[in-house]
């Protein structure tokens, strides 16, 4: 354990410590990016059991029409779902809604009101929306059992809308027919597991190889920003940072962004990978200290390598310094060096 501070270190600027850290992020992202479609997709895309999964689910997917953008016309996601919700699996699905809403509802009852927004319990005053409508019977009720109609003339905006509609339920469909079809499920719960594998797999190599192992063979014992940027790192007496302290960055690294991972989307990458980066950066731009939180939680600081000198431990920073005054020649100026600091004065 060190009790001497090195003072033999300047501290990194606010601006390159940023701008490292942006560099950081942008190598741990491309190792991560590339470790993924490299290594470890390729080695799972070749197990038998992934080929399977995948080409049921694509095959089913293809047949059904499902997966297009959001940009075609209304009859077309109309078409889909009116086959999909009466065709084979009519009777699945029937079921499955009644089951879990304890309810008797016909399938084209549950269409009405899962996919055409209309209210499932009807009655004469609130059996039509603005787009579509039940058909009241002869005798005034409400027949929900029946297709609905759709408004006519309705504008261009009228029929974004419809179009709109009808592409909130169709873009669910997959998750439809995983409620309905076992072997799907199965299928695309596979798929989704070994993608989900593969990306925690190559995260965590990434964040190994930059953060943790390559530090201990770079100068400045930094990362690859630090490198560029010509800074480096010391743990928080000025030395050189010991392996646990390369440990605990890891350790704080990894497990926001292996959660982002598990469930990979625009809301768990905004969550806890982006904003968790802002933060570490606003917290050291604003901070007392001007050091980051992730440095801080390692016990480390950022250094500038240009102005620095860095020791294993106390007893190389006194044998350097113990050179360094033996190297001086003028005797008045080594005794003053010598006593400056019990005496407390300047030397001029």
């Not at 592409?167 to 439809?176: I, K, T």
């Not at 989900?196 to 965590?204: G, K």
Request: aromatic share 14%.
């Amino acid at each position: 354990m060190q009790h001497r501070k090195n003072e033999h270190i300047e501290r990194a600027g606010v601006g390159k410590s940023l701008l490292a850290s942006f560099f950081n992020a942008l190598f741990l992202a491309a190792l991560t990016l590339f470790s993924y479609w490299a290594i470890c997709f390729p080695i799972f895309q070749a197990t038998p059991s992934y080929r399977e999964s995948i080409t049921f689910v694509q095959s089913e997917n293809s047949t059904r029409h499902f997966g297009e953008n959001a940009h075609k016309d209304y009859s077309f996601y109309q078409g889909v779902l009116e086959e999909f919700y009466f065709g084979e699996f009519s009777a699945a699905i029937a079921k499955n809604y009644n089951d879990t809403y304890k309810t008797s509802y016909t399938i084209r009852h549950i269409y009405n009101a899962t996919v055409l927004k209309l209210p499932a319990e009807a009655t004469i005053t609130n059996y039509s929306t603005t787009y579509f409508s039940y058909v009241l019977n002869e005798d005034g009720s409400v027949n929900m059992d029946a297709p609905a109609k759709m408004a006519e003339n309705l504008n261009e905006r009228g029929l974004s809308d419809v179009r709109d509609l009808y592409y909130q339920s169709y873009s669910h469909l997959e998750d439809v027919l995983s409620s309905v079809s076992p072997r799907y499920s199965e299928s695309r719960n596979h798929v989704a597991n070994v993608e989900r594998f593969a990306r925690i797999a190559s995260f965590s190599f990434a964040s190994f190889t930059l953060v943790f192992l390559l530090p201990f063979f770079l100068k400045g014992h930094g990362e690859l920003g630090e490198v560029i940027l010509k800074l480096g790192r010391a743990e928080k007496k000025g030395y050189i940072p010991r392996w646990y302290n390369y440990a605990l960055r890891l350790l704080f690294v990894l497990p926001l962004p292996l959660v982002a991972m598990l469930w990979f989307n625009a809301y768990s990458i905004t969550l806890l990978l982006i904003f968790p980066y802002f933060a570490n950066e606003l917290l050291l731009l604003l901070g007392k200290e001007k050091r980051s939180p992730l440095d801080r939680l390692s016990l480390l600081v950022e250094i500038d390598l240009e102005n620095s000198l860095l020791f294993h431990d106390e007893a190389e920073l006194d044998e350097y310094e113990k050179t360094a005054l033996a190297s001086y020649k003028d005797a008045e100026y080594v005794s003053k060096l010598s006593a400056a600091e019990d005496l407390n004065t300047d030397l001029k």
